[in-house]
């Protein structure tokens, strides 16, 4: 029985580790070949390997989405090696110091911005162009803090509700040009990062989480599944909170 993707390419950045992991590995099942792009060149070859040591095809590149010639390169990799491009999972990011607003170094300002936002919409830009040619599906990662707000996270923040921004936006440009964009707005995942606070930290977490646990890379890597696939054909600028709960009650915000 042939799987859902089979034929298909799909590009994933952030694919070193956590939801980017997953969502390479989730693609791979479903039957595509698979990109995994990281600014840690290692980690992305780790999740090749992974992948291609369960059957599947992959590839590993090395990208840094704040740098627009890394991302073209990125893309153009994806056309010499598989010869298309059906699915993007733009997903990597950076959380930036957690201080008040105000406290935030410019440079830690700008790395963000430039990472989580301006990253996504280099992704995009190198991408739409190759999928106009046969039609695609794009999921951004965004947050739920892109939905509410983030104590002591207003560079996260700000560059998250951009990300809802830019994808609505671009939903419409493209929708009738056969290419679906949406994203996926993730509460607290047990990724590395989560994983690697302090245990009291953690414990802060889990009391603003009203489902009581974290989440699993694989929970988000299911929607961005299900976004990409013909059974959300309907699906034009969704930006879906995958988060416990956490954004059904505002008062109680994602650290």
């Avoid at 280099?122 to 947050?143: D, F, K």
Wanted: net charge negative.
């Amino acid at each position: 029985m042939s799987a859902q993707f089979d034929g298909r390419v799909a590009l994933v950045t952030g694919a070193g580790s956590g939801i980017g992991r997953a969502s390479a590995r989730a693609f791979a099942r479903e039957g595509a070949a698979v990109m995994c792009a990281d600014i840690k060149g290692a980690a992305a070859e780790q999740t090749a390997r992974e992948i291609t040591a369960a059957g599947g095809a992959a590839q590993s590149f090395r990208c840094d989405v704040a740098q627009a010639a890394e991302v073209d390169a990125l893309v153009a990799a994806v056309i010499e090696r598989f010869g298309q491009l059906d699915f993007a999972h733009n997903n990597a990011g950076v959380e930036g110091a957690h201080v008040p607003a105000a406290d935030i170094p410019l440079e830690d300002w700008e790395r963000v911005l430039r990472v989580n936002l301006t990253g996504v919409w280099l992704c995009m830009r190198a991408e739409i162009p190759v999928m106009r040619q046969r039609g695609g599906a794009i999921v951004n990662t965004s947050s739920a803090s892109g939905l509410i707000g983030g104590y002591g996270l207003a560079a996260y923040t700000a560059a998250k509700h951009g990300v809802v921004g830019l994808t609505k936006a671009a939903a419409l440009d493209y929708a009738k040009a056969g290419i679906r964009i949406n994203a996926v707005c993730p509460g607290a995942v047990a990724t590395p990062f989560i994983l690697g606070l302090p245990r009291e930290v953690q414990e802060m977490i889990l009391r603003t989480e009203p489902i009581g646990r974290f989440g699993r890379p694989e929970e988000i890597a299911d929607a961005v599944i299900w976004l990409c696939s013909e059974r959300a054909s309907f699906a034009i600028g969704m930006c879906m909170p995958i988060d416990g709960g956490v954004t059904v009650n505002p008062s109680q915000q994602p650290a």
